[in-house]
């Protein structure tokens, strides 16, 4: 994985870290596929944001991270797998305190920069480090998931395997995270598959599986677990699936 931050329209900077010293540079041919929707993912875009390689293809859009933050309003959330801030930015506007958590020192300096574009970086706490070595000793009342999905080759999945394809295991993840707060928020792949995702709830207990689309086009799946959960709107869908029902039932005599 390079490690080389991409900024457009900007004059080549250092990043400096920890024993590395990293140069962001123009956006190049790779990344191309992903620009056109340079501001979907972020909508201050020309104002500096910072993007590494993998971030084109990873980031969140912020439309849809918007609406996440909204469900997920809460005084302390934790953002697991930062990345490059998209949605640690978005928690900011609608939480009282955000933690965000990033391995990579380089992905950690794109975040806290883009949150300074977005006027939100004194509400971020930003960690560097691995969240499952640091989860044991993190409190909060809202856990956001968004690990990486081992690039863009998932599309091509006809079912995406959370236990197997998400680096470090989808499954074990939640687990790790549903020790801090029951209240977990996990953004997935839009073919993940959905009995994976029911059978983290555990016996008993239900999750809701939200779609997630933009301009008409599913682009992931977010699963909502303890108090997060909307009840009022899963009833409603369960009232309407039983009305078509029984409307089919009625056509068939």
């Not at 991270?65 to 934790?78: M, V, Y």
């Not at 958590?101 to 806290?112: E, G, S």
């Not at 207990?205 to 303890?226: F, H, R, V, W």
């Not at 899963?234 to 089919?248: G, M, N, Q, R, S």
Request: aromatic fraction near 10%; hydrophobic fraction near 40%; proline fraction near 6%.
């Amino acid at each position: 994985m390079s490690l080389s931050p991409i900024v457009k329209k900007q004059c080549p900077k250092t990043c400096k870290s920890k024993n590395r010293r990293t140069l962001l540079r123009p956006c190049t041919q790779l990344e191309n596929r992903y620009y056109y929707q340079r501001y979907a993912y972020f909508s201050k875009f020309d104002q500096g944001i910072l993007m590494d390689k993998e971030g084109w293809f990873s980031v969140t859009p912020e439309k849809i991270a918007r609406h996440i933050a909204l469900r997920c309003q809460s005084d302390i959330i934790i953002d697991a797998f930062c990345g490059c801030g998209g949605n640690s930015i978005q928690f900011a506007l609608t939480c009282e305190r955000v933690i965000a958590i990033d391995l990579d020192p380089v992905k950690l300096h794109c975040a806290r920069e883009n949150a300074k574009i977005y006027g939100v970086a004194d509400r971020i706490e930003f960690i560097l480090g691995d969240f499952f070595d640091l989860a044991p000793n993190l409190k909060a009342d809202c856990v956001f998931l968004s690990p990486p999905w081992g690039g863009p080759a998932y599309m091509a999945e006809d079912v995406y395997d959370l236990k197997s394809m998400i680096p470090g295991d989808g499954m074990n993840i939640h687990k790790i995270a549903s020790s801090i707060t029951p209240n977990v928020a996990f953004f997935v792949p839009r073919n993940t598959d959905p009995q994976q995702l029911a059978q983290l709830a555990g016996p008993g207990n239900t999750c809701e599986i939200e779609l997630n689309s933009l301009n008409g086009k599913i682009k992931a799946l977010t699963a909502y677990y303890g108090e997060l959960i909307n009840y009022d709107q899963l009833e409603k869908i369960e009232a309407d699936i039983a009305e078509e029902e029984l409307i089919a039932k009625i056509a068939q005599y």
